[in-house]
């Protein structure tokens, strides 16, 4: 199935977000359905030498423009990740990765397999706290994914800018319907009301022993959702009209020496308590020099897979202001992932950028800007992306 790029521009997204907002009092429909269980870098090149000696041949590196990776060059079958920028197998990193919309509230811990994901969203909801949207190429190694939760139309957006097939169990139905059904989203959803196109095959329930109410019991299924993406008829690979969603350096760390510094990094602030949907469990990001990553702390406690018992972390963490309105009596949120410009900040290698962003498309990714218009160069690793609520803006802390 091949997929037309459907462009939005910032005002028709200003638009759109008036018109949702409008919407009024509507009840979610997330009852869920049982869906049907199913069991289970481098081309050598010889040296030019004067003596008749044999030398070890020198590897080539990536194609770069000076010190940042641009065309990527396949080098004995791997090819620089265009999520992480990390070399890994060239099948994975052109084909297109998953989204899965994830719980992030305490009845829901721990969550399994995060820490493969390339990218984590993660947004304000309803009841104003946060649910995460993990972004995965390299799953092949995973049983499952999750729980898995609900979606909303702002992850969906979000997701159609990396090009993902999006995944979920349940949805907004006034908010959601009609966008996750168009046929330029690739969607793998459970069987409820307002999907058109289930795949049940993709999801089943856990048992994960007492204390875990329903909702924080199904999961995404690998080998179901690669089934349901063929008989979908999805196309797996990027399409020729894929844009990078980073600038990554190259083999050198950037260190941005003349910037600040900050080692603990607050989107809620250091006390929470507060609406911005970072306020109720308080999250925070520790960095640490040894190797260059920013741990991912929440609810006073590491932030844990429960795939391998590693806690959460990082190379980047990006905060990307959006604004955002509550739309009805039932606190479900807007927010505008697309714009013009608004403000962004990004932490990496322990020091501050500050800039902005902007979106002008649907199937394009947000650019991030440095304070003189230049694009960020990020550090090759996992990123993290905060949606920060800028009417909520006052809270966010970092030292």
Known sequence: MKRKKIALLAASGLL???????????????????????????????EVVETPEEKEEEPEGPATDGDVIEERTVVNGEIQSYLTGEWTSEEIANRRPIAVMVPNNRPAMPQYGLSLAGVI????????????????????????IGPVR????????????FEAIYCNWGLAVPYVEELINRDT?????????????????????VSRGDGYALEFTGYLKIEGMKKAVDRLGYDWNYDELHVRP???????????????????????????NNSSGYGAYHPYFEYHEDDHLYYRYQDGKKQIDEYNNEQLAVTNVIFQY???EVRDAHDYL??????????????????????????????????????????VVLNQGKTWICNIWKEYSEYVEYE
């Open 121 to 144: 969203y993660e947004a304000p909801v309803e009841g104003r706290i946060t649910r995460l949207m993990p972004i995965f190429e390299n799953y092949d190694e995973l049983e499952r």
């Open 334 to 375: 807007a927010f505008q992932v697309h714009s013009p410009e608004d403000t962004a900040i990004i932490f990496t290698n322990g020091k501050v950028i500050k800039g902005t962003w902007s979106r002008s498309a649907d199937f394009e990714p947000p650019v991030y800007y440095d304070e003189n218009g230049e694009e």
């Open 322 to 324: 959006c604004h955002g």
């Open 150 to 161: 609900s979606s909303r139309d702002y992850y969906v957006y979000t997701a159609m800018g």
């Open 185 to 205: 989203v690739y969607n793998v959803s459970a069987a409820v009301e307002g999907i058109h196109n289930p795949a049940d095959e993709a999801f089943y329930r």
């Open 16 to 46: 759109a977000l008036a018109c949702l907002t409008a919407c009024g009092d509507t009840q979610e429909k997330i009852e869920i359905s049982e869906p049907e269980v199913i069991e289970e870098p481098v081309v050598q090149e010889p």
């Open 246 to 272: 980073f600038l990554f350096a190259n083999d050198q760390i950037k260190d941005y020496p003349d910037n600040e510094s900050a080692t603990m990094i607050y989107p809620g602030g250091k006390s929470g």
